[in-house]
């Protein structure tokens, strides 16, 4: 998210149905990330569904950067193959 020092803003309302980082600027100073798929985007008002199925509405102008990222890798069956003894 960071460009030689900066942060920008790369997603927009098109990036509806796309898993995002976005950071947003907190009311204390300060940032935080949430990570997750824009379920919505309206009125300047973007709603983020996150892994474990919790919803952020996050207001645009409190975002100071942002980007498209990896959808997450479907997890393995049965875990991990068995070790040779």
């Not at 960071?2 to 898993?19: C, F, K, N």
């Not at 474990?52 to 207001?59: K, P």
Request: glycine share 10%; aromatic share 2%; no cysteine.
């Amino acid at each position: 998210m960071h460009m030689r020092g900066r942060l920008v803003h790369r997603i927009t309302p098109e990036d509806v149905g796309r898993r995002v980082s976005v950071r947003i600027r907190l009311p204390e100073g300060g940032f935080t990330d949430i990570v997750g798929v824009v379920e919505s985007w309206d009125d300047g008002v973007l709603t983020v569904r996150r892994r474990d199925g919790s919803a952020a509405e996050v207001v645009e102008s409190a975002v100071a950067a942002s980007r498209v990222v990896p959808p997450v890798p479907p997890r393995r069956r049965g875990g991990r193959p068995p070790q040779a003894p």
